[in-house]
Every structure is written in C-alpha cells, then in structure tokens.
C-alpha cells in the first residue's frame, strides 16, 4: 500500500543566497543588526500546502518508513507531522525536512514527542549548504517545548558540506528532524515521533513574489505543448479533475507509434528571479516528471522529479535549479551553472516514465507557482491580449519592486489621453485605468523607488463596444488563422479575440499529412481539432483550406497522378464526415501558382493545368457527398494568365466561388486586382458574375520597402473591406490574426492585426487594426452595400444601407478640407468606433477628411470639397515646439466667428464677409521622429461645427549619411564623404570628430564645425588603394556636442560605373566589353541545386550610364536557354534581374526591382517594386534587346533604361547608389535557381543587402 510520505517522494538540492542580517566575529558568534524580530511559522501541518520532504537516508541502504499529517494526536490545530521508520531490514535513520526562504534565525522553537525514542537529531543549513547538527533529548513521551538559540553547537554536534568548518554563516535555508535507529529505546527496531508548531525568530523574511504561472484558469496563460520523435501530445484546460478553482492542465502523451516524450512549456513575459517553483501533480500513469528550466542565457537545465502514480494530488516545491536526479544541462552557457533570472520552465514526461505495461498516459497539472523577487517591472493581463469590452473594467496587474508608479495613455494618433501616479502595496498593484474611449491605446508604466525610476515599459490595449458582432448569421468579415501553430505562438485560445473583434469567419488549414494517418484512415489531428472545438464554443464558422501533400500518395509531392488526386479528394471528403454540419465552406489548395503547388519532385510545378485536375476531382468527390458545401477554388493571387488559363479548362464548373488573394501595395490597387478578376470571370462565365470571396490580403507592419506603419495598415483595412464589398465580394478574410514572427524587417512576421506572443508590448496584444477592425465589424455587419457616390475630387464616399437607415464609410487618400452638408446635427464615429454629434452651420459640418475613414451615421445631403477652415503647419523638429495656424478663409456674405479647440487650449477665429484670416499656435513637439497628428474641433454657440486635422512630419535634430566616394579612378583615390543635415531652424549643430573603420583602415578625425540652421555641411575621410568589386566592413561613428552620437555599421564596396552610351542591338559595343565587368557570376553567390559549374550558369554583366540613361551590358554562358514565361512571371525563365536604391545600402530601404528576359512576345522590361508605385508593370519606357547565340551558348543583354523610371537616382558627382543582381536558371523543368551578385532579391527583399556602386565622370 503507498502511504500518504508519497505525497512528495523526493529530495532536491537547496539553494541559498548570501546573509541579509547580521557579520560574522571573530568568536564565530553572530551579530545581528537592529532589526524588527517576528515569529514565523515554517510548520504547523495544517496546510496540505506545506512540503515537508520524505527520506530514507538513502547512504544507509535498509530503511523504510513514512511520514504523513496525522490528526490523531496534534500538539494543537488539527495535524502534526508523523515520522514512522522501521530498521528491521537495516538502516540508520528517516528523516523529513523543509526548505524555506532564507531565515535570519535567532531562535527556533519546536514541539516533539515520542514514545520510542530517546532522542531526535535536528539539521539546520546554513547560506552555504553547511548542515549542522545535535541531538535533542527527549524526557518523556509527552509533548516538549525545543528552544534552539545557537545552531553550531550542541551534543553530539557535527557540521558537514558547504564550508564544512563548524561556522555559523545565516540565514538559514532549511531543516530537517532525523529518527535514528540508535536513539531507539528498549531494543526497538522501529517507531514514531511527532512534530508539531515549528517556528522561528528572527528579522522580517525578503518580500517575494509568488507569481501564479499555471492555475489554467485563464486561456491566455499559455502552455505550450511539445513532442519528440513521433510521440503524439494532447494538452487541454480540463474541468474533469482539479486541485483548485475550475481547471488543471491535462497532458496526454501517446507513445504507441513510438516517441520520446510529450511536454507542456511556459515562457515568462518578464523574466524571473526565480527562487522556488511549486506545483500540484496528478497521475496514474507516470512514475517521473521532468522539469526543465532556462536561465538567462538559454541554456535548459533538467532535472527528474519521482512521482507517486497513486491517481492522487501531491505537491512538488524544487528549490535548486541546476542539480537533482539525473540533472542535466545544453544550449546557452552550457556550463551548468544556474544563470538567473529564468526565461521560462517546461514540465516534460518520457515513454520510460510510464507505468510498466503502458503505452499513454494522462498527467495533470495545477497551481504552478513561481516565487521569486519582485522585479523591477512586470505587467500582466486580466484579459487576453489586454483587450477589453467597453462593459470591463481596463484593469493591469502590475508586479515592482518600486513603491510607486505613474502611468500615461496615449490613442492611435499618440495624444495622451489619462496619467497618474499609484502607490504600491507589497509589490503588487492592480492598476485601474479609467477610460471610457473606445480603440486602440498605448499604455505607458514606469516603476519608481524613493523618487528614481528603476524601470519603464509600453504595451498594448484596446476597448470595443459590447456588442457582439458574431451572434450575426451571416458575416463578410473573416481573418486568416494558423491556430494549430503552437511553437509559432499561436494557440486555439485566440478564438476569443476572433470573437472579440467580430470575425465571425476565419480560415485555417486542417492539412492532409496531419488526417490520413494511414493509407485510408483518416482522423481529426489533435492539435488542429483544439482549434475546431474552441472555435465552435465561441460560435464562429471554420472556413477550411484542403492543403498540400501525403507521403502515401505521389512521393509526397504537389499530386500528379490520378490516384494522387483522388487521394487527395478522399482526403477533403473523409474531413467533411469527421466535422460535418460544422464545416460548410472549404478551399481546394492554397495559391497552388506559387511554391505551395511546387512541393517534391514531381511534374505538378504549379502549373494551372495540375490545379484544373485536382480542382475537378477534389470537386466532384466532395459534392457527391455533401452537396451543400461551399466549394471555393482557385486561391492565387490575381495571376490573370494563370487564371485564365484554368478557367480556359472549365475551372469554373468546379468551384462554388473564387477566391483570390489581391496582395498590394495600396487598397486602391487591390481594388483594380478584385475588378480584373471580375472581369476575367465574366469572360469565361457567359457575362455573368459568379461568388468571389478574397481568402487572404493584408499589409505587413514590418521595417522595409513594402511595409507600412500600424496607423496605416489600420486605414487600408477598413478601406480594403469597404471597398471589396463595394466591388461585390461575399467574404474577406485579412491575412492574418497574429504576427508570425518578431523579426521587425522581414513581411511575414508582421501582418497580424495582433502582437506575437513574445512581443514586450505583450503577449496576443493589439495593433491599431485590431481596434479598427473591431469597430468595423460593429458598424458594418448587417449593413449591405448600396452604391460608391460621387463626391469632391479626391473624397471616396461609400453608402450602406443598415436596418433601413444610410451609413458612410468616408475618406480620402490625400487630406483634404470638406464639409458635409445637412441641416440637421449628425452623428460621426472614427476609425476606433468612438461615435460624436456634429450640429451644421449654415448647412455644412466642416471636415478634414485624411486616408483615415470615418462612418457617418445620420442622412446628409452630400459631401463636397470646403476650404473655409484648415489647420496649416510646416515641418518639426524633435525636442522642438510645432508652429502651426488654424485659418478661416470667409468667402460668404456674413462673418464667421468659432473657437478652435485642440489639446486643451482653445483659440477664437474670426473673419469677416470676404476675409481670410488666421490664427497662429504652438504645440508640444515629438521626442523622437515621426508623424505629430494635430487634431482640433470648431465650435460655435457651444456646438460642435467641425474637426480640423493636420499631420507634422517631425523631424530628427540633424540627419547623417556615409557614402563611399571614389574621388579618382584614375589614381584609385578614395574617401568616405560625410554628410550632415541640420534640420533645426533655430539652432545650430556642433560637429566635434569621426572615428572611422574602413576595412583594415581606422582613425579619428577631427571635424570641429557648427552647421547653421537649416543647411548641410559635407566632410571627407580619405582613403586609398582599396580594390573595386571587394566589400568591406565599414563603422562610422560622428559625436556631437549635446546631441546623440550617428553610427553607421555596415558593408560598402568600391564598384567603378563609368559613363558611356550603349548601342542597343543585342550586340556587346566592343568598347564596353573592352572594360572590367560590374559583376562576374563567376565570384557570385549560387542560389541553386545541381549547379553544374560555368558551363551551366556564368558570365559578366556592364553598368554604364550617360545623362539620359542607365544601361547595362549582360553577357551569359547558359547551356540551355529557356523562357516561356512572360510579364511578371518573367524570373521563372532564363532571365535577369536587378535591385536599385538611393543611398547606400538599407539607408533608404525603398527601392526597384526590375526583370529582363525574352518571352513568346519579345524582350519585356518587367518592375515588380517601385519607392512611388504599388503597380507591378511591364516598362515601356525603355529599350531592351536580347540575342541568343544558341553554338556559343551565349546570351545577350542591353539594356537602355532612362532616369525617370529610377528617380531619384540620378548620377551626382562624387555619388553612389546602391545596387544588387542575379541571373535566373531554367533548363526547361522550372527554374532551378539563380547566381547573385549582392543579395536581397531572391530569397528576401532585403536593400540591406545591395552593394555600392559609384558614378565616375569624365
């Protein structure tokens, strides 16, 4: 029978820190400092809360015993502690111990009796791990007082490990009570004692934080679930069985296929001094868990905890992190030594942890707490992702070290809103923020101690009307999801901000590999069937993308063959029975034109005529099944000759609706991608239209050409959905909830409408989209579209038609100054959803009307173009005051006489019949760059007549550049030119000195100059005889007097283009080939598989200009010579391609991309990137011959390209751009790959990577 000791079957190594009270003297008696003394309860037993650890004295093999709570005779209370053992078969001696926090004891006190024992031995540990140790004699079998005062001496005293010298070294960290066979009386070979109110004086014990980790009572504390090596895991909130409250985290492992292990992982948001880890565990079927735990540097230190497969509840407590059974260490230092503060903690089980005989089991977990130090900040979540209906109360626990805090909040625009200060409690405070607008805000906390900040931090938080918008039937609105994606940071809990925001639908994908477990057999994946149930209880509809390949069909390829795709079909028809009625719309395949439809070696190489296949059989099996699913093909971006071409084969008998993924560089040029499409579909279904529903679109916040910033990607969404209804769409699902990654410039981590898990804005937070979105949702559902109306040049106006009454969705891409006609006070909700009134004046509310949509609720007579009011100011400087001016230009027959009120202040404004007048203001400027957003209201008679906005560019004090310069390619004279902008109008800028790094060249220069308000001041670095086409690491660092220092890191190149005019004829002009190449593949990068060597892929390519043209010279060995592609498929054939930026490299980051190849047309020019453009286009403007000497394997470019399609590169004297490179391969089977010459075109666009070249003048 396993008696209740099993509770906590182990021993763990204890961990101390240096003495808080108290120096050591030199008669090793202890001096304590002042201090104020309490009692301090370290045992009474009454709490099944309180570890007391269980041992054998397992270095004296024998022993066997138990300890339990036993409530048969306490000293007082209910329990004392119980110590059984029997040395009938051997032994010395059991014992229990107890760690704790460190104790400066000046006393302990303690109750024991027994009946069978002379005698009880104590073992306190000091700081050090030193274990000192007497006997405590016992007089009777009665309860006695112990009172313990000096804890280095006593009978039969002895001291053993940490410093092991009979020293004293407080505080102390833990003690233990050992019943020993030899203080046995009578010639007794086993027996009890009691323990009873064990207690301690001494100084208060260090205020911790006991940070609840896992109670699994909120979703959005997340575990994430792992496995290795085929083991299949399942992790669930279950209500089954719990220690507390209503949940415990259940982890099912399955190891029948074979595996490792399965475990559940918890990164800490704010990383942990972590002192003790506490958790509750039930289990029937493992003998062992593992926890991992990883120290600041990464490195994972794992240790195995015993477990008592009783099925019952027993508490675990480690205190040492880096030691315990079969303790391991990787990753990080790899040094096994224990680097706090800990990053985070797993709780990981192993098939050899099972229960002999099984082959799965089931492990649960509770109350997970980490005790720890206060830190210096931490901001936790009440509600998941802080976002919160307009009916919940913004509440943020905060967890400091400080005692106070003061706090700020900001909207969209970065007004700020509310601040204040809050003193703090014990460490912890729960901070209140009483808003009562609606949108997207930033919070911003800063954690002081006696006056000084010790720590600052900004997150995240929204507020949405209550109202749900999902209780709706039928909804456009949907959003793209990867539920399933856990170690990405994502999980089905994120089902409540669908529900929040409105997103009645979303799109996931339920792939095939994950259903067809067995050739045949099919089943719901666990990981992706959490997602279907979360999703259901909150009542949103799964849309479903059938998805790629098998490893028992084709080779695990994109399908090919009629098995495969009937496989494939069978696939989507089995899915379709697992879910039923819950699934209702399902996608066949996701943008099969591109790398998805390219997956192994088969022949399928996304082409339309696979899909078409594919798309058919998939249809048809589907159908005859459930006929009354929705089945939406197609899911490419609009690829018109693609499309066409599957729509050429019949596609569209075999698909309920389209869908397309109109990706742009705007939302208007989305638009005209939705109208091509439309278009296209007319052509090939008898003039009629058919479902078009837009699967995936969005814009990525992310650092680089083709981002934007959130503000923006919060306009284009609403815009987008706004004008894809307008156009007829059914559905929209925005690409995607969450961002995937946190790499700031790549795309792909950053189109979600909220924060990555591992933001330090915080975790699942919101974007401003997310806001916007919210409040569309709320105002759009139910709406229907009624018609785009004609207004001001400029103003988009679209009208919806909601429950009988009109509503507007207004905007216009370039500020303009309007007013909305009406006699009546209307209604006006922002971009956020927070809903104003607005009372005409003379017929006309006055607005400014910016890329930022705004709903007008009530019926108007129209919106025209209005320059009576505007808001006026020129450009900023950071730390510098805004000078602006509201204007009233009066052109009526009566005067005008309003206030203008903005941020606080308010300003009168009057202009008689006929005047114009204007009345200047100043506001705060910016700390940093960016937009200053001004917004103000115009009021008269006490009413609100009109918003007036106007945007600041603001400025960074000065702007520097670095640029290497070639002074003389003749002597190869050389320099890095300086340049230094001072933005400030007032105030000039002091320049003291340089330090450089030019590859093996450094120095210092003294520059010693102040540059006059307004101007740019150049400065030279020579440097010489350093070699063209070979990059060099390059530090600039320009120190200033009062301002930050400008650093520059990076590679620069010396690569000579010398001025020249080409004559293009498909024929290399001698005198170019004559010169040093620009680039030679040859001493490229190759990008490919099976590279055959130059015979395969070489060559050398010319750069020159003149002052009307850049052209370029390609001469490229290729031994077959393929190109069947045309317009912006072009990089699939044989071709070139090349990247051009101002400035150098990653200084600008907007740049060109453009293609050259021979098609079935002709040569094309092909732009996919522009800086002025989201238009991909051919190029017209230009001149490009391509000849094939097809004995000599030799292909020709040239290239006359004119400066109007590079603005604004232009050639400068003493100037550079930067540029990048490569050649395509295709040898007739797709497109093997490329060689590049710089980087940042194929596999990212990345202008960070381009090199510098420099224009050489004669």
Known sequence: MITKWMLSFMLVSLMFTTPLFGLQSLDNTTVYAAEPLQNTTIGNFESEEEVWN??????????????????????????????????????????????????????????????????????????????????????????????????????????????????????????????????????????????????????????????AIGTFEKGFDIWTLASQGGAKGEYIRDTAEVKSGAYS???????????????????????????????????????????????????????????????????????????????????????????????????????????????SGDIRFDNVVATGSFPDLSIQQSRMGNVFLANESAVFPLATRGDTVSWSVYDHLDHQLLAGNEAVQDGQLNLTVPLQQLGYFKLSVAAKKEGQMIQSMDISFARLAADDPTLANNSPFGVSTHLARTSDGWTPELSALLKRAGAKNFRDEITWVDVEYEKGKYQKPPGRDAFMRK??????????????????????????????????????????????????????????????????????????????????????????????????????????????????????????????????????????????????????????????????????????????????????????????????????????????????????????????????????????????????????????????????????????????????VVWANTPVQAAIQTNVPIQITDIMGNTETFTPISGKVYMTLTAEPIYIQSDIDGIALDSTFAVLGEEAVTGESVALKVEANNTSSSPIAVSFEVEGAAYPLYAGAG??????????????????????????NGSRIGRLKHAIQTLPSYSARVIPVITDVNTKAEALKIQIRNYSKQQGLTVKKANWQFG???????????????????????????????????????????????????????????????????????????????????????????????????????????????YLTAKIKDNVHYTPASGEEIWKNDSLQFAAMAGIPGENLASYEFGLSQTPVGPQIFRWLSPNSSVRQLVTNGSLQVSRDEEQKVTVYELALPWAELAPIKPETQGAFSFSLLVNDNDGAGRKGYIEWGSGIGETKDPKKFRTVQWIKD
Do not use: C
Request: net charge negative.
């Open 54 to 211: 269980f041992g054998l004295g397992s270095e004296f093999p024998g022993a066997q015993g138990a300890y339990e709570r036993d409530a048969s005779a306490p000293r007082s209370g209910t329990f004392a502690g119980k110590l059984h053992g029997d040395f009938s078969a051997g032994g010395k001696y059991v014992a229990i111990g107890k760690k704790f926090l460190p104790l400066d004891m000046q006393k302990l006190e303690f109750w024991v009796k027994s009946a069978d024992a002379s005698a009880l031995t104590l073992r306190v540990v000091d700081s050090t791990g030193q274990v000192h140790q007497r006997k405590i004699a016992l007089a009777n079998a009665n309860w006695q007082k112990i009172e313990i005062s000096t804890f280095n001496i006593g009978t039969n005293y002895l001291h053993f490990g940490g410093a092991n010298d009979g020293k004293w070294y407080g505080p102390a960290g833990g003690i233990s009570f050992l019943l020993e066979k030899s203080n046995l009386i009578g010639g007794k070979t086993s027996g009890d004692a009691w323990v009873d109110d064990v207690s301690v004086t001494a100084p208060p014990q260090e205020n911790v934080w006991e940070n």
């Open 249 to 359: 985290g259940k982890l099912s492992g399955n190891f029948s296929a074979g595996g490792l292990n399965v475990s559940l992982g918890r990164s800490f948001p704010t990383p942990m001094d972590m002192k003790k880890l506490a958790f509750w565990v039930k289990t029937a079927d493992y003998t062992v868990v593992l926890l991992l735990a990883k120290d600041s540097t990464g490195q994972v230190h794992q240790q195995k905890i015993a477990l008592a497969p009783t099925g019952d509840w027993q508490k675990i407590e480690v205190w040492t992190f880096n030691a315990g059974t079969s303790y391991l260490h990787y990753n990080g230092a790899n040094d096994g030594v224990w680097h706090g503060p800990a990053q985070g903690i797993a709780l990981l089980v192993e098939k050899s942890g099972l229960v002999s005989g099984k082959i």
């Open 535 to 808: 999703t259901q209880q909150d009542g949103l509809k799964p849309f479903i993308t059938f998805d790629f390949t098998s490893p028992f069909y084709d080779q695990d390829s994109t399908p090919y063959s009629d098995e495969g795709r009937q496989g494939f079909a069978n696939y989507g028809k089995a899915l379709l029975d697992l879910y039923g009625s819950q699934m209702e719309w399902v996608e066949v395949y996701n943008e099969f034109n591109g790398g998805f439809g390219d997956r192994g070696n088969g022949p399928a190489d996304s082409r339309p005529d696979y899909y078409f296949k594919l798309l058919k059989k998939t249809y048809e099996t589907v159908k005859a099944s459930r006929p009354d699913v929705t089945v939406v093909g197609m899911a490419s971006n609009v690829d018109i000759p693609w499309m066409k071409e599957v729509f050429r084969l019949g596609g569209l008998q075999y698909m309920d609706a389209v869908s397309i993924h109109p990706y742009n560089r705007t939302s208007d040029g989305m638009l005209q991608a939705i109208l091509d499409a439309k278009s296209l579909i007319r052509t090939y279904n008898n003039g009629q239209d058919k479902p078009l529903w837009i699967t995936e679109v969005g814009w990525p916040t992310h650092i680089g050409a083709t981002g934007v910033d959130e503000k923006t990607q919060a306009d284009y969404l609403v815009r987008a959905y706004v004008q894809a209804l307008g156009a007829g769409v059914e559905k929209v699902f925005w690409y995607d909830l969450m961002n995937d990654g946190m790499q700031a410039d790549y795309g792909e981590n950053n189109f979600g409408l909220l924060r990555h898990q591992n933001d330090p804005k915080g975790q699942f937070t919101p974007k401003p989209a997310y806001a916007a979105y919210g409040a569309m949702t709320r105002e759009l559902t139910g709406a229907a579209f009624a018609q785009q109306e004609t207004a001001g040049a400029g103003i988009n106006s679209y009208r919806f038609d909601r429950n009988g009454q009109n509503l507007r």
């Open 915 to 940: 005047q114009k007048t204007s009345q200047p203001f100043a506001l705060s400027g910016l700390g940093q760059e960016g937009i200053r957003y001004v917004t103000g209201d115009l009021t008269a």
């Open 1000 to 1110: 093996s060249q450094s120095g210092t220069q003294d520059l010693s100059y102040v540059i006059a308000p307004d101007t740019i001041k150049t400065f030279n670095i020579p440097l010489s005889n350093f070699p063209y086409g070979v990059s060099n690491q390059a530090q600039v660092t320009v120190q200033f007097d009062g301002k930050n220092s400008f650093t520059y890191a990076g590679k620069l190149d010396f690569n000579p283009i010398l001025p020249g005019t080409v004559h293009i004829d498909g024929l290399p002009d001698p005198e170019i080939a004559a010169l040093a190449p620009l680039a030679l593949l040859s001493q490229g990068t190759v990008k490919m598989q099976n590279y055959g060597g130059p015979s395969d892929l070489d060559g050398s390519v010319w750069l020159n200009w003149d002052q009307n043209h850049l």
